[in-house]
């Protein structure tokens, strides 16, 4: 019988069908019958799903990754290099996960969002938008990483339940204090006040929190300044990521 053969994109390689799916397997990369993978999704190189993970729609796993357990890629979804998604976790829509990064727990990422190097995403963070987590970085807990020009990177490590976005920059763990009206996160680059964003080129003043919305974080002001500038002064001796 003559072997099949289908062209991921870099010339015919020896493939098959796979039975739970009908989806496209190369034969250098290995698929557990446990695994679900749709008949529109590729799974090539060396890369192997196992476990009750499911690939499907027009999603890809190549290279060396790993999808296993319980976990789902979907959509136009990547997952290649060396990268790692099981537990529950979900990666989905546009997003990418590559290099040695993983994705675990029942983390999700979503949307254009793309985590790499040796980053992790667990427990039930989200990272979505076309936000980025990278280095060594860690999203974990409740936490959210949103917005397009949301990065967070180097050795920082975001959990709880903060919420960095926007245009934030996380190069090191950002300061969190909460309790009072709203939530404040200390990023890089800006405050968040609940979900007013105030730049680090601004002018820190009690005018940030307005009295009639927030007096008791008025009132603390002459505390609160002190923090966010020491933590700005902080972030600025940590080397800028550049994965």
């Excluded at 446990?34 to 060396?46: C, L, N």
């Excluded at 996160?185 to 006040?193: G, K, M, P, R």
Aim: net charge negative; glycine share 10%.
């Amino acid at each position: 019988m003559e072997k099949m053969t289908y062209d991921f994109g870099f010339g015919p390689v020896p493939a098959h069908r796979h039975a739970n799916g009908g989806g496209w397997v190369a034969d250098s990369a290995r698929v557990d019958g446990t695994a679900f993978v749709g008949q529109q999704a590729q799974v090539y190189d060396k890369a192997r799903v196992y476990g009750e993970a499911q690939v499907y729609g027009e999603a890809q796993v190549y290279g060396e990754a790993r999808v296993y357990d319980k976990a789902q890629v979907y959509g136009n979804a990547r997952v290649c290099g060396e990268a790692q998604v099981y537990d529950k976790a979900r990666v989905f829509r546009m997003a990418r996960v590559y290099g040695e990064a993983q994705v675990c727990g029942e983390a999700q990422v979503y949307d254009k969002a793309q985590v790499c190097g040796e980053a992790q995403v667990y427990d039930k963070a989200r990272v979505y938008d076309k936000a980025r987590v990278c280095g060594e970085a860690q999203v974990y807990d409740k936490a959210r990483v949103y917005g397009g020009e949301a990065r967070v990177c180097g050795e920082a490590r975001v959990c709880g339940e903060a919420q960095v976005y926007g245009e934030a920059r996380v190069t090191t763990t950002p300061l969190m204090i909460s309790g009072l009206e709203y939530t404040i996160t200390v990023c890089d680059n800006q405050v968040q006040i609940g979900c007013k964003t105030v730049p680090a080129t601004a002018q820190l003043s009690a005018d940030m929190f307005p009295e009639e919305t927030c007096p008791v974080l008025r009132a603390c002001a002459h505390t609160l300044i002190p923090l966010i500038q020491g933590h700005y002064a902080r972030a600025a001796q940590v080397e800028v990521c550049r994965d």
